[in-house]
């Protein structure tokens, strides 16, 4: 530095330096007054017509951009720009329509404020590059209207790599804080307008935000940045083929502790029962979900954004599962082929992988109305607890451990202790299943809840001391053993009363009945307890909860010595 002013101090010593010092130095003020003069009067112009044509460029003249205000602070590298929009063309859509070039989704995006600070424009002048300290997105409002059209419908991950497509003509992006508040997200039909998925109170904190090709192959970013916090208060959609709403609340997503905590997810029927099962074509289950305090733990942020759910575990604080079906409703109407849960699990499009998944507090009931009384019984749940581990639907995964095992604990009809071991085996070309379980002891009449509206019949006196059974299934039949013990059973069979519309006693056939049950397993202390032997033959429209009652079922009336026909 005193170089640099020893030499201006020697080159001004005679006269013409000093003339000619000052007229660079006139010059120079000249020169930087008339740029600045040029960019306070054309700069919002050039904005404007800079960002008008980068949108117009990208979407081939299918968007305009419209904003009411921009002001702007060169020194402190300020931008505010209030009531910014951008919207579609209809005329150029219609034309891309013409063409045959439409495209798979649309846009409607409403800012009302977005605020930028901390610009180094020296660096985006001569660098092509973008720094700044922070950017605010306020109260957006995203309409994204598909139109199921174009090629690239399906396609949710871009062929150019999204870096570029972002970046444009510049070489870097660098943000220290990106933060969009209260965004109001929805994705709708173009034919009939209704929404599909809706997104509430939106909010998204991205700190150390880096977009070039260096920050692209970093893994350890999520959205380009090193920490991402995520937050929407629900998020809704409906089904395509049924009267159901789905729904997710309070969602939070934190790239740091690598957790995600919902608040709740439900499947709501929008229809009550019978209205539910009148508006179907043929006979079907109708389910009410509803699971709340949900935690993901170790999720993996990356993979997630890029359709693949790797996790280690999700822990439910309380859950209610209420399925419902009439028996009597189209009987005769056949649906389609019905295919078990871990097959199902299998045609999933995405890719998933959990190592455990934790319920509890459950309450589980299955409602079903029956074909002679039209009375529904319920087989009810309580206190449920179960663990399911090795979730999976790679390959690879299935290759070191292909056994999905689901374990419970619960209380059946809140009266006696139930543990039931599901074990599924994943890739398996038959679909193989097996199921243990133990029941503990309870009032034998404590049954009528399920046995008066569903057999129809009733226990007049007993008592179960345990059930135990161990059965395999797969996609023909299921077989196994099933061991009652109980004693001092009676029971009355019952029949609908014509002109009450009541269930009565069949008094000849429970007579009968109580001569072929026999009242206690084993009959006597020296006598040898009795074991059925099941092999169910499976109904392929029916469910697997279907085929492990039912195979259940005929075990429990072997054991007590009624025969199956």
């Known amino acids: 530095m005193r170089a640099i002013t020893n030499k201006i101090s020697k080159a001004t010593s005679t006269p013409k330096g000093k003339i000619i010092f000052f007229g660079i130095v006139i010059g120079l003020l000249a020169i930087s007054a008339g740029a600045l003069v040029y960019w306070s009067f054309y700069r919002k112009q050039i904005v404007r017509t800079k960002l008008e044509d980068a949108v117009r460029k990208k979407s081939k003249g299918l968007y305009q951009v419209h904003y009411d205000k921009l002001a702007m602070d060169e020194v402190a590298g300020d931008l505010v720009v209030t009531n910014f929009s951008i919207q579609y063309d209809p005329a150029k859509y219609k034309a891309m329509q013409e063409a045959g070039s439409t495209p798979p989704a649309l846009l409607k995006i409403h800012i ?25 997105i306020i109260n957006p409002v995203i309409d994204i209207i598909y139109t199921y059209a174009g090629r690239d419908s399906a396609r949710n991950v871009p062929t150019k790599e999204v870096y570029e497509e972002i970046l444009g003509d510049l070489n870097l992006i660098k943000i220290d804080s990106l933060l969009i508040s209260n965004a109001s997200i929805t994705t709708r039909d173009i034919k009939t307008g209704e929404i599909k998925v809706e997104l509430k109170h939106t909010s998204v904190q991205l700190q150390d935000v880096m977009v070039d090709s260096t920050a692209w192959a970093d893994t350890t970013r999520l959205f380009f940045s090193k920490q991402a916090d995520i937050r929407a208060s629900g998020i809704s959609w409906k089904s395509r083929e049924k009267p159901y709403l789905f729904g997710l609340d309070s969602v939070h997503l934190n790239s740091t502790s690598k957790q995600v905590r919902i ?21 079907e289950d109708r389910f009410d979900f509803s699971i709340k305090g949900i935690t993901i733990s170790n999720m993996d942020f990356p993979a997630l954004f890029n359709e693949e759910i790797f996790a280690d575990s999700i822990k439910v604080e309380t859950a209610s599962f209420k399925i419902y079906r009439d028996l009597g409703y189209k009987s005769g109407i056949r649906g389609p082929v019905k295919i078990f849960p871990h097959q199902s699990l299998l045609k999933i499009p995405v890719p998933f992988r959990l190592k455990k998944l934790v319920l509890a507090n459950t309450f589980i ?14 087989v009810q749940f309580y206190q449920t607890n179960a663990v399911i581990t090795n979730l999976t639907n790679r390959q690879d995964a299935a290759a070191v451990n292909n056994t999905l095992t689901v374990d419970i604990r619960t209380r059946f009809l809140n009266k006696a202790p139930l543990r039931v071991i599901w074990k599924f085996y994943l890739f398996n070309p038959d679909g193989r299943f097996d199921i243990t379980g133990n029941l503990g002891a309870m009032d034998a009449t404590q049954v009528n809840a399920l046995t008066v509206p569903m057999a129809p019949a009733r226990i007049e006196n007993g008592r179960i001391n345990s059930l135990s059974f161990n059965l395999a299934g797969n996609s023909s039949n299921m077989t196994g053993d099933v061991k009652l013990l109980y004693k001092d059973l009676k029971v009355s069979l019952l029949q609908k009363d014509e002109e009450t519309r009541k269930l009565e006693k069949k008094k000849l056939a429970s007579f009968a009945a109580n001569i072929a049950i026999k009242n206690s ?32 079922y005929t075990g429990i009336k072997e054991s007590a010595g009624i025969k199956n026909k």
Request: charged share 30%; net charge positive.
């Open 112 to 136: 009302p404020s977005i605020i930028v600070s901390g610009v180094k424009t020296p660096r985006a002048l001569l660098n092509k590059e973008i720094v700044g300290k922070n950017l605010q």
């Open 521 to 552: 397993n084993p009959s006597g202390k020296k006598d040898e307890v009795r074991t059925a032997h099941v092999n169910f033959k499976r109904d392929k429209h029916r469910s697997i909860f279907h085929l492990s009652w039912k195979s259940l």
């Open 365 to 378: 009931e299955y409602k079903e109305r029956a074909v002679i009384s039209r009375q529904a019984g319920k």
């Open 263 to 283: 608040g709740g997810f439900h499947i709501d029927p929008l229809l009550a029962e019978d209205a539910f099962i009148r508006s179907l074509p043929r006979q």
